[in-house]
């Protein structure tokens, strides 16, 4: 496959899981059916990733002598956890795409489990998204325009994010302090957006800090 097209192959499934992620806390707050079936989307979408970014696990013990590899190791090691994490604990508590499995027990382990691994599966999909967004970015973040307009949203979006962090609780969540997602009144579309700008300061923060990490030897490591 071209460079090129492997690289738009990548934005695509990357902005597809970003969408699906927000995504699954919303639709967990209205109906069984889409959650699950989502969810679902977000796996088949994680492991297209893994397919297409197949060249960066090639060789993992020769590449942790890299500190950048190391940190990618840690992240993309805990985000796996955190996905099969989902997975059990979907199986437990599916009444739609596992329906035809036998009833499983252990439901309130199983929905701990799945608060608790969903959220940090997206702090550490968004972490993985800031490590590689320069991968991303390709030839725009060469781009006085586009890096300034990244810094700007960085600085807007994540004092939002920040704001939407604490709104919605999630420490609680994060931490398995509370087991069912507390939504209130907030209309959907709330919901999404604040989720949605959530992402922005953890993956700002994981970019910015790689860079700032690999400034004096970037282009030697590179090399």
């Known amino acids: 496959m071209p460079k090129g097209a492997a690289r738009v192959g990548r934005a695509v499934v990357s902005c597809a899981l970003a969408a699906c992620l ?19 989307a977000t796996f088949a979408l994680t492991a297209t990733h893994v397919a297409l970014s197949r060249r960066g696990l090639a060789h993992p013990l020769r590449q942790m002598r890299r500190p950048r590899r190391v940190v990618d190791l840690v992240v993309d090691t805990a ?4 996905m099969l994490g989902l997975m059990a604990s979907a199986l437990v508590l599916s009444r739609h795409a596992f329906a035809w499995l036998p009833t499983l027990p ?4 199983a929905r701990e489990l799945h608060m608790g691994c969903s959220y940090w599966c997206f702090v550490l999909a968004f972490t993985h998204a800031g490590l590689h967004l320069d991968q991303m970015a390709g030839p725009l973040r060469r781009k006085p325009v586009a890096v300034w307009l990244g810094r700007a949203s960085f600085a807007i979006g994540g004092a939002v994010g920040a704001w939407s962090f604490a709104r919605l609780g999630l420490i609680s969540y994060l931490t398995l302090s509370s087991p069912f997602f507390a939504a209130g009144a907030t209309p959907l579309g709330t919901l999404a957006l604040q989720h949605a700008s959530v992402a922005i300061p953890i ?21």
Not at 106 to 109: D, E, L, S, T
Not at 203 to 223: I, L, M, Q
């Open 79 to 82: 985000l796996v956890g955190c």
């Open 106 to 109: 252990g439901v309130a382990w």
């Open 22 to 40: 927000v995504a699954l806390p919303v639709t967990a707050v209205v109906a069984d059916v889409p959650h699950e079936w989502i969810g679902m």
């Open 203 to 223: 993956t700002g923060t994981a970019h910015y800090a790689r860079s700032c990490a690999e400034r004096p030897s970037s282009r030697k490591d590179d090399g």
